[in-house]
């Protein structure tokens, strides 16, 4: 079945620091691949997406690239700050599932001064 | 961001009674989902809804069951809560041209239960 998987927690960087959370996937389709961002006592927001092989998604600094060849679609930024302090969760959805999400357990990450 | 909410934010209750968590959104959004979210697991699929009074069963859906009678609302019910049923519980909605893979889900803030 469908699954993701990314790198365990926790993370500490300091500010500026460069960031690669990694993030593989098994899927029967063809699946668009998406990183939520979750800070302390909220839900799940967007950080960015990408629906086909070897696109790009970027938002706020953050990218990922859509790997098909190695199953991939790890997280960077180049210069992390304090308010990036969040979990970041890994998730795809494909249509040969109903267009249901699985998620990855998340990693946690803060980013001290 | 789309308007979901969620109620009760917070929820104490004992081992064996019932409990009913809402979600509402203004989006009017086909697709709504709940979620359970516990340490290393992620989240987890409870049940969907696809439309008024559909609904199908997700990951882990024994011992809950859902209902919608409306667009905007969807409700998760637990019969009779365990103490395994403690954790935070999340609606989702996807938007409102149909599920699609590339639709983005959006989530709501989060319901946490603790069952004693």
């Known amino acids: 079945g469908d699954s993701v998987t990314q790198m365990e927690g926790p993370v500490t960087l300091s500010e500026e620091a460069f960031l690669t959370i990694n993030c593989t996937y098994t899927a029967t389709g063809y699946p668009s691949l998406f990183w939520y961002v979750q800070y302390p006592g909220e839900g799940l927001q967007l950080l960015l997406k990408?629906?086909?092989?070897?696109d790009k998604g970027s938002n706020k600094g953050f990218e990922a690239t859509y790997r098909k060849e190695t199953t991939s679609f790890h997280l960077e930024k180049g210069s992390v700050q304090v308010s990036d302090s969040a979990v970041y969760f890994c998730a795809l959805s494909d249509p040969n599932t109903g267009n249901q999400f699985y998620f990855g357990t998340g990693t946690s990450l803060t980013v001290i001064p | 961001d789309a308007g979901i909410t969620q109620s009760p934010r917070h929820k104490v209750t004992e081992t064996g009674t019932p409990v009913t968590l809402r979600c509402h959104q203004t989006e009017n959004h086909r697709y709504m989902y709940w979620y359970r979210q516990d340490p290393g697991h992620g989240l987890r699929l409870i049940h969907y809804?696809?439309?008024?009074?559909?609904?199908d069963k997700g990951e882990v859906s024994d011992g809950y069951s859902v209902s919608r009678s409306k667009t905007e609302d969807f409700l998760l019910t637990l019969e009779s809560a365990t103490s395994s049923q403690t954790s935070v519980y999340f609606c989702a909605t996807t938007g409102a041209s149909g599920a699609s893979s590339t639709d983005t889900q959006y989530f709501g803030p989060g319901t946490r239960l603790t069952v004693l």
């Open positions: 809804s696809y439309g008024v009074k559909d609904t």
């Open positions: 990408a629906t086909k092989a070897d």
